[in-house]
């Protein structure tokens, strides 16, 4: 098998493949891409040991799953979560085809209903002394319908909720064009 940072045509969820169409996106501990199984379209995360020198990580697979059920006991809107494979550390879920936040407010289409609805969302999580992972691309846009698309999920910490931190990702502040303007310069430097 390939490394896991090098291009992938077919990953396997419990012995049964399904066709990558492309990478989706690398987080602090996983890999996501888009798959195909038969006619439908999943995301299949794979789970990555590189380190992270902000974020401290357990099980990363069992915290996925505690994660899911934590936020799906909550009320939280995100992806089922379809399948596990314990061996290869890989995850199918549900694919929510729209627009990440973070490519809504950097093409000025962000809608205030969409502040709307992570406020409802926080209105369910810090009751339960829950903080998710409040950053853009962890939101997607279905239908008008805002889901968080991670699992991640912590105890509550007023210093890492959506108005404390959260909402500095949610229009264009200064921190969100920093952020986009290092994540442009990365992408250029990797194709050089």
């Known amino acids: 098998m390939s490394r896991i940072d090098e291009p992938v045509e077919k990953l396997s969820v419990n012995g049964k493949e399904y066709n990558i169409i492309k990478l989706l996106g690398k987080g602090k501990g996983d890999y996501s891409y888009l798959a195909r199984g038969g006619e439908r379209q999943f995301v299949l995360k794979q789970i990555h040991h590189e ?45 929510i085809n729209g627009d990440t936040i973070y490519d809504l407010v950097k093409s ?3 809608k205030s209903k969409y502040l709307e609805q992570i406020k ?50 949610w229009s264009k502040t200064d921190e969100f064009l920093k952020h986009l303007a290092e994540t442009a310069k990365d992408t250029l430097v990797s194709q050089s």
């Open 51 to 95: 380190p992270c020198d902000y974020y401290q990580f357990g099980d990363k697979i069992q915290s996925e799953i505690n994660d899911y059920n934590r936020l799906k006991k909550i009320g939280i809107r995100m992806p089922e979560l379809i399948e596990v494979d314990l061996q290869n550390e890989r995850l199918l879920k549900e694919y």
């Open 108 to 110: 000025d289409k962000m």
């Open 120 to 169: 409802y969302m926080c209105s369910l999580l810090y009751p339960a002394n829950t903080n998710i992972d409040y950053f853009p691309t962890n939101f997607v846009v279905q239908d008008e319908t805002l889901y968080y698309i991670d699992y991640e999920c912590n105890d509550y910490m007023e210093e890492w909720n959506f108005e404390n931190w959260g909402i500095k990702y």
